[in-house]
């Protein structure tokens, strides 16, 4: 047995140590090279593991790598997204955000930061190389000396807790110059430990490694998931921008309507058809009407701005909302909630990624608790340790395995004070508890925002429609009052009346066409299966209620 070690040390010195030696010494050649060789060779790695574990279910495997990394193909490029005219389109906001957001910003380099943790808890378990280099000159009265040496080796853990520590230490002055009458002298130094009770097993010691790998896939999970809300608030807010435009044009109207109509009762008043006090009431609401778009101007400005910011644009750049996208919505029609609450519900449990991940984050509290469980134990190592030094020669792979010294034996620690570890597993036992509650007040959490989403839809669906009869109802009430008003069988109260219900109308209308087509999205997200797409919009469901009903309890989930 001892013969095979030895041939095995030797191999490893042939065909371990020499590699590592040369390695080390590259790496002294390299050590000045650039910075950047460090940051390129991070992002391959922590992007290569983010693509390894992003899922099709997730969404489009696009925008999502940080500012400072060379962009994928499909990722959005900010420049040229602004037309010369300066009118921005929906699709263009969209894509300009996701661009330039910073927050979406943010959230990327979370993303990349949880990747980055797992890449070196992945090295945890690889082969850490080391080697030092040192020298000195020594002087007294009767000699002077020159010696260099060096100290070259490996740490390697296992995945069942042992541990490998190797080391060769060498002279590397004489070694290197080859002076023929001295010889290069080394020690060869290996320590295995084996856990035999705590600290054993992969499940225990690849803990810290399981947890980072689950970490990055709850990250790509939130990610995904901040894609699909950051989409319907941009919509949200674009549409918020255009509707205060279209409230802008509706008081811009309704003031010169007034103004028209306050005209028109001066000179009825002068000619005696009507009461002065009636010209004055015309005159009054002229007034107002112009306050109220001077204020409309303002608050949209207002809301111009911030959207800005949204889109890190400078508030000052020019910009101007498309006010054909109103048109668009229009053309897109409403949606009618034609499908069972109960079947949306069901869908949001299966792919809600949130709810994944807080489902995940359970199984998470149960394994700490039985590694807390476990570092309550005692300490039992099996150690083995060999020291070997060379002989004479030039060649430092000439150990003198058969004069070495050999070690094998136990090593046992007490659990005498395990005050701490007590602590620990008590608290591992109540996170477990804890947990549990965060994931069925999460379920809780992902049914009410769905039954939220479902009543709005159906809310802003009904109250389309009315604003919209009344819309047209309003349009012949001005115009038959103002007939009336012309005929003397109407006062000037009942036209005003008549044209601040119009407005109300009009206002009521496109805030309604708004609401529902936000809430149609925010529906969309709540069930789980609101799409984005590489541009930064959303797919469309061709038949929600067809895929909300081929959802079933026992479908595989993520």
Known sequence: MRLMIVSIMHTCIQRVFRPIILAVLIQLALAGCSTDYYKEDADQEVYQIIDEKWENEFGAKANYKISDVEPSPDDIAANQLILPS??????????????????????????????????????????????????????????????????????????????????????????????????????????????????????????????????????????????????????????????????????????????????????????????RFQADQAKQSTLQSQDLYNRSQESYNTQLDQFKVRLALPVDVQIELDPNELDGLEAIGIMKPDFLLEEAVQTALTYRLDLANERDQLEDAARKVEVAADNLGADLDLVGSMHVDSGSGTDFTNLLFNDGTYRLGLELDLPLDRKNERNAYRRALISLLQNERNYQEKIDDVKLEVRQAYRDLRETYSSYTIQLESLNLAYRRVESTKLLLQEGRATTRDYLDAQDDLLTAQNAKTGALIRHFVARLSFFRDVGILQIKPDGLWEQPDDVAFLLESITPDKERM
């Open 86 to 275: 300066g009118k921005l389109s929906l699709s263009q906001a969209i894509a300009l955000a996701t661009a330039q957001n910073r927050s979406y910003q943010n959230q990327k380099e979370q993303l990349y930061l949880a990747a980055l943790d797992l890449t070196q808890r992945r090295h945890d378990f690889a082969p850490q190389l080391f080697g030092s280099l040192g020298g000195d000159y020594t002087k007294n009265s009767s000699d002077e000396s020159l010696n260099a040496d060096g100290n070259f080796g490996f740490n390697q853990l296992l995945a069942d807790g042992a541990q490998i520590s190797t080391a060769i230490a060498l002279d590397w002055l004489r070694y290197l110059t080859g002076d023929p009458r001295t010889s290069l002298g080394s020690v060869l130094t290996t320590t295995i430990s084996q856990p035999l009770l705590r600290g054993r097993g992969r499940a225990i010691v690849q803990e810290n490694l399981t947890q980072a790998e689950r970490n990055t896939l709850y990250q790509i999970r939130s990610f995904n998931r901040f894609r699909k809300t950051f989409v319907v608030t941009v919509v949200n807010e674009y549409f918020g921008v255009l509707q205060q435009m279209d409230r802008v044009k509706n008081d811009q109207n309704s003031f010169e309507s007034r103004l028209a109509n306050q005209l028109r009762t001066e000179m009825m008043a002068e000619t005696g058809r009507i009461e």
